[in-house]
C-alpha cells in the first residue's frame, strides 16, 4: 500500500500555520516587555485557546503563555480534559507547563525552540513521556524553530541595548 | 557551643500547626467530593495562601491545592516571588505544582504524604531539587504523614462504598 504523502504535507502546514499564530501570541508579550512566548490550542480545527507569558505584568509566576491557553480552552470545552487536543508553543515548556499539560489529558504538543535551561518535553527533564506518568503526549519539536527562537534572542538584545 | 533544642522543637510545632490548617483545607475538598488535598503558604508568620482541591468543580485541571494558594499568595504579597516563604501541603506535589513552586522560588516546602504515582518533590521525579533548575527548594517530607494519608485513603473508601 502506498501513503498518501498529500495527508503528511497538510499536517505540516496545518502545524506551521498554528505555530504562526502562537508567534503572534508571542509577539504581543514583546510589544509588552515580557519574554516572547506564546501558545495556542486547537480543537477540531479551531483554535480554543490562547496565551502569552504575563508573568511581570500580572505579577504572578502562574501567568506563562501555556496555563492561560489551557484555562482558556477548558472553559471553552467545559471540561477540565483536553483530549483530542494539539498545544503549540513557542518555546519548549518548564516542568510547571509539562505538568500542567499532562494533567489535561491532551493528545499532541507542538514545539518551536527548545529550552536548554528549564525545558521538560524532552531537552532538560521529560514530563509529558515520562514512563512512570498516567498520561503520554505525542511531542514534536522543531516547527519554525529559527523564528521562535529569534522573537527571543532579539528581546534580550532588545533589553541589553536599553540597560 | 552547645545547640538549643527549644528552637528545633518551636520549628517542628509551627509545621504541625500549618499542616493542620493545611488539613482543614483538605477537609473542605472532602466535604465537596473533591480528592482531599489542601495546602497554606507562610510568610513571617503568616498564612497568606491558602487552597484546596477544585478541579471537578471549577472543570479546570489547574484548579490543585498548591496552584490556588500561590495565585493568593503572590497576590498578597503584590510579587510574582515567594521568597522567604515555606508552603505546607497534605500531599507531596505533581510535576505542575512542584514547577509551580520553583517559578515562584518559594523557600521550603512541607509535605504530609508522598504520593507513589505522580510525586515530583523526591518520589518519582525530584523537580523541587534539580541538578539543573535555577532553584532549588528545602523539601521536608513526613508532617503528619498519617493524617494526610488517612484523609485521602478514607475518601476513596467512600467514594468505593456510594458506588
Request: neutral net charge; contains cysteine.
Amino acid at each position: 500500500m502506498i501513503g498518501c504523502p498529500f495527508k503528511i504535507q497538510l499536517g505540516d502546514i496545518m502545524d506551521i500555520i498554528y505555530m504562526k499564530e502562537a508567534l503572534k501570541e508571542a509577539s504581543i508579550a514583546y510589544s509588552t516587555y515580557e519574554v516572547p512566548i506564546g501558545a495556542v490550542i486547537v480543537y477540531d480545527g479551531q483554535i480554543i485557546g490562547r496565551g502569552y507569558n504575563k508573568k511581570e505584568k500580572l505579577k504572578n509566576p502562574l501567568a506563562h503563555a501555556e496555563l492561560i491557553a489551557i484555562d482558556q480552552a477548558t472553559k471553552y470545552l467545559g471540561q477540565w480534559r483536553l483530549t483530542a487536543c494539539t498545544m503549540y508553543v513557542t518555546l519548549e515548556p518548564c516542568a510547571m507547563c509539562a505538568g500542567a499539560l499532562i494533567n489535561s489529558r491532551i493528545d499532541r504538543l507542538v514545539i518551536g525552540a527548545r529550552d536548554q535551561r528549564m525545558g521538560c518535553a524532552g531537552t532538560v527533564e521529560n514530563i509529558t513521556c515520562h514512563d512512570k506518568f498516567n498520561h503520554k503526549i505525542q511531542v514534536e519539536h522543531g516547527v519554525l524553530e529559527e523564528e521562535c527562537s529569534s522573537i527571543l534572542s532579539d528581546f534580550f538584545k532588545m533589553l541589553r541595548s536599553k540597560r
